[in-house]
């Protein structure tokens, strides 16, 4: 079965520093989705990789796949304590035959302080 | 706000009762997909549905616990004899056929 593992495991930071986050699959990721979850809460959608070195962006935060697609990264550029919460990596390892059943890291919890 | 809506958001209940979940996904989304968090791990994948159709079930969905989505639309989790072990987060999501999930804001169970 598929395994990812996140690093770090948590992270504290000043307000306006950049920080990454990082996502490492056990196997070929064939999708990879990045979420934040604040403490008790669902899980808020963020961003979607596929290809090989695809790389999105949304307000400060980037997502990139590597070449070999099998590690991610999150960096968040200038943190604000908006910021600050849960951030999983979840995968889609099956090439289509899963349903879209995902499979998530242990998660990376981000503390930004003001 | 995701749609994706479930109730209660907060359960307490005591070893050996049985509780009822239930999760509305976004309309027009055909999966439904109930995962389990525990505190401090990512959500495990605990079953799936296409339509009203149950498609696959975890290993981590054992006899004490049954879900259903009549005629496709919401979906129900019951489990049944409650044990402490069950006390978790539990997230419901829905997609299209997109591979794309969005997330409820989940039920959190304790079991005294």
């Known amino acids: 079965s598929q395994e990812l593992e996140q690093s770090p495991q948590s992270l504290i930071v000043q307000e306006g520093k950049n920080l990454t986050i990082n996502c490492t699959s056990s196997?070929?990721?064939?999708?990879l989705y990045w979420y934040k979850q604040k403490y008790g809460e669902g899980l808020i959608f963020l961003m979607m990789?596929?290809?090989?070195?695809e790389e999105k962006s949304h307000e400060k935060i980037t997502a990139k796949l590597d070449e070999k697609k099998q590690q991610s990264s999150l960096h968040i550029t200038a943190s604000q304590p908006s910021h600050a919460g849960i951030y999983l990596c979840?995968?889609?390892?099956?090439?289509?035959?899963?349903?879209?059943?995902?499979?998530f890291g242990q998660g990376t919890i981000l503390t930004v302080h003001p | 706000d995701t749609g994706v809506s479930q109730d209660p958001r907060h359960k307490i209940t005591k070893r050996g009762q049985n509780v009822t979940f239930r999760c509305d996904p976004i309309?027009?989304?055909?999966?439904l997909y109930w995962y389990r968090q525990t505190l401090g791990q990512g959500p495990e994948f605990l079953t799936y549905?296409?339509?009203?159709?149950?498609?696959?079930k975890s290993r981590l969905l054992s006899d004490r616990f049954s879900a259903e989505r009549p005629k496709g639309s919401f979906s129900t989790l019951e489990i049944q004899r409650t044990e402490q072990g069950d006390s978790a987060m539990y997230l419901c999501?829905?997609?299209?056929?997109?591979?794309?999930?969005?997330f409820g804001p989940g039920t959190r169970l304790l079991v005294l």
């Open positions: 999501a829905s997609s299209q056929r997109g591979p794309a999930q969005y």
């Open positions: 196997k070929t990721l064939y999708g």
């Open positions: 990789l596929q290809k090989g070195g």
């Open positions: 979840g995968a889609d390892g099956a090439g289509g035959t899963s349903y879209g059943k995902l499979t």
């Open positions: 309309s027009e989304h055909n999966r």
């Open positions: 549905f296409q339509n009203e159709a149950q498609l696959e």
